[in-house]
């Protein structure tokens, strides 16, 4: 049986404000297994942000479940949660400046994290995940003697410095071009096939399409899953493959555990409903929904 780095069951998270709260999250239920690389997309204010900062350990949830690597988020101590950020994740924001310190040196910037008492073992495992995102050839510059990318790979290196159960990233290649964006998916499926987890946050559809599976959310909850097709799996190194216009994927709308699914919006927009009421019909092992017949008045 798999062994599941991720359980959110029910989870609720509510913003507050004087006047109004804002429901961010309503119930989302995912679970992840340990070694697998995911992406989490959807559109501004769906709540994947606010997802990915849980599992971080920046946001507490109001309600639900959230257990990361068999640690529970909702019983942590603030003293449990500095050793959780510290130990189990490891984050790579798309804004470079929250990764690195401008005045050290990459190899500084590892080391800087890293609960390795003896400063000689923190040089040496610093020079070997220097060496893992290829920027050895970087390792006494300073950020603002380094491109977006090759700053992006060192950030991916401070991410690990602790060995975090799970990675966490945050648009990875949302500010690189797509020659270096496909380096750092590169990087990202290497960690991956060593048996590292790894949850990334992303607009990127090329990105998203070489992915394994993908975690569509909409209105803060699982709205729909894609998982790579077989034949796509084994040609992500294929420079001539358009992965942007390509269909790599199989998408299948998430029954949640009350047994409700999201209808995509596209499709909502072609029944042309007048009410939120639809037919539903079981035939021919298929659920059919379907716009009602209109109703009779009786005069």
Known sequence: MSELMIQADGLVKIYKTKQTEVLALQ????EVEKGEL?????????GKSTFLNMI???????????IVGGRNLFTMTERDLVDYKRDTVGFVWQNNGRNLLPYLTALENIMMPMNLTSSHKKKKKAE?????????????????????????????AIALANSPKILLADEPTGSVDTKTADQI?????????????ILIVTHDVALSKKVRRVI??????????RILKESYAERLKEASLDWRNEDTQEEFV??????????PSDILKKMQLDSNKVSLEYKDDKVIIGKPAATQTKE
Not at 27 to 30: A, M, Q, T
Request: charged share 25%.
């Open 56 to 66: 971080g350990g920046l946001d507490r949830p109001s309600a639900g479940s959230l």
């Open 254 to 263: 998430v029954l949640d555990k009350a047994g409700r699914v999201q209808i």
């Open 27 to 30: 119930g989302l239920d995912l």
């Open 38 to 46: 995911t992406a989490l997309i959807g559109n501004s204010g769906s």
């Open 128 to 156: 070997e995940l220097l060496d893992m995102v290829g920027m050895s050839h970087r390792k006494h510059s300073r950020m603002n003697q380094m491109s977006g990318g090759e700053q992006q790979r060192i950030a991916i």
């Open 216 to 225: 569509a959310i909409r209105d803060g909850k699982i709205s729909s899953e």
């Open 185 to 197: 998916f590169d990087i990202f499926t290497e960690l991956n096939r060593n048996g590292q987890t």
